[in-house]
């Protein structure tokens, strides 16, 4: 099964739907091949030519005799020795391939991409990573046209406070090799920060918020990744560097201390928004993606969240 029929098979669940032009897909046997492209591997992961973890879940949910997905990418096209943008999202790329791989056994890469991916996880599971934490309060003013997103995070944040349950925003999650600096900067660090979060029942609850119009499959990639790495926060894999000097800035330090007390025993993660993409939320698809994200070997527990505009 080529690209075009499996994006006719996508167009028979709803008529919009349409695979990314920078990512191929092909279906051999019980096995989904998938190839991001030079450009997929180094986008934003919320852009559906990066996307290969929603795309993997939806695809397998759609076709159900996939049962092994298979990733493939071209090499991306900078100087892995400068110290750019490019090289930042591209090991983050990596890093969501290990974290997937990890997750879920249906999925692999091809065999001259093991050593790269080892690598990874090799880092994550024995070298010292770390995490930043906020150093500045957020701004007060947040304008509702310039930026839709963060203006709803904001008043879901007040409105869900008043509960007495610890509620913020914009959670850093920027990962650095060794120790927290500019020169040790693995993944992006200035935009990477979880929408919104909640800690109460012995859980940290983690959602990846959309208004209407922004609706794409990066939602499953973005919250993929978010949970992961607050999963491997709290399983000591990636650290806070010294917390003497972090200020009670967006709450942080009361998901800092339920992290140092081992007070958490489950993620969970929440694609929150009105309206979702429309493989997402089709009646035959959406139960059978939430079941495919949910078994995991992290533990991590996905759910819908339905809030109005």
């Known amino acids: 099964m080529d690209k075009d029929q499996i994006s006719n098979l996508l167009k028979e669940i709803t008529p919009s739907a349409k695979l990314p032009s920078h990512m191929e897909f092909e279906v051999s046997?019980?096995?989904?091949?998938?190839?991001?492209?030079?450009?997929?591997?180094?986008g934003n992961m919320q852009e559906d030519r990066s996307a290969f973890e929603g795309w993997a879940v939806v695809i397998?949910?759609?076709?159900?005799?996939?049962?092994?997905?298979?990733?493939?990418?071209?090499?991306?096209?900078?100087?892995?020795?400068?110290?750019?943008?490019?090289?930042?999202?591209?090991?983050?790329?990596?890093?969501?391939?290990?974290?997937?791989?990890k997750g879920y056994s249906w999925f692999d890469v091809a065999d001259h991409r093991k050593n790269e991916v080892d690598a990874m996880q090799n880092r994550l599971q024995n070298e010292p990573l770390f995490v930043n934490y906020p150093?500045?309060?957020l701004k007060q003013y947040v304008d509702k046209e310039k930026k839709p997103e963060a203006f709803r995070e904001r008043e879901l944040v007040k409105s869900w406070s008043k509960s007495g349950i610890i509620t913020d925003e914009q959670l850093p999650v920027?990962?650095?090799?060794?120790?927290?600096?500019?020169?040790n900067t693995l993944t992006p660090r200035g935009a990477s920060q979880i929408d919104l979060w909640q800690l109460y029942d012995n859980t940290m609850h983690v959602y990846e918020l959309k208004v209407r119009?922004?609706?794409?499959?990066?939602?499953?990639s973005e919250l993929m990744f978010y949970a992961c790495t607050i999963q491997n926060i709290v399983d000591g894999l990636i650290k806070y560097p010294d917390l003497t000097?972090?200020?009670?800035?967006?709450?942080?330090?009361?998901?800092?201390n339920a992290v140092q007390n081992r007070s958490i025993n489950t993620v969970k993660g929440y694609f929150?928004?009105?309206?979702?993409?429309?493989l997402i939320e089709s009646h035959l698809l959406k139960n059978t993606i939430i079941d495919?994200?949910?078994?995991?070997?992290?533990?991590?527990?996905?759910?819908?969240?339905?809030?109005p505009d």
């Open 60 to 101: 397998k949910a759609a076709y159900t005799k996939v049962n092994k997905v298979i990733l493939d990418w071209k090499d991306p096209l900078y100087n892995p020795e400068k110290k750019n943008a490019e090289t930042k999202h591209y090991n983050r790329f990596v890093m969501r391939v290990a974290n997937f791989r």
């Open 213 to 220: 119009g922004n609706e794409s499959i990066g939602i499953i």
């Open 245 to 256: 000097k972090a200020k009670p800035y967006r709450h942080f330090k009361d998901f800092a």
């Open 29 to 42: 046997g019980d096995c989904l091949f998938i190839t991001v492209s030079e450009r997929g591997v180094v």
């Open 135 to 137: 150093k500045t309060p």
């Open 272 to 278: 929150t928004s009105s309206k979702f993409h429309p």
């Open 292 to 307: 495919i994200l949910n078994a995991n070997t992290f533990g991590i527990v996905f759910e819908y969240k339905y809030i």
């Open 174 to 183: 920027g990962i650095f090799d060794k120790e927290v600096c500019i020169d």
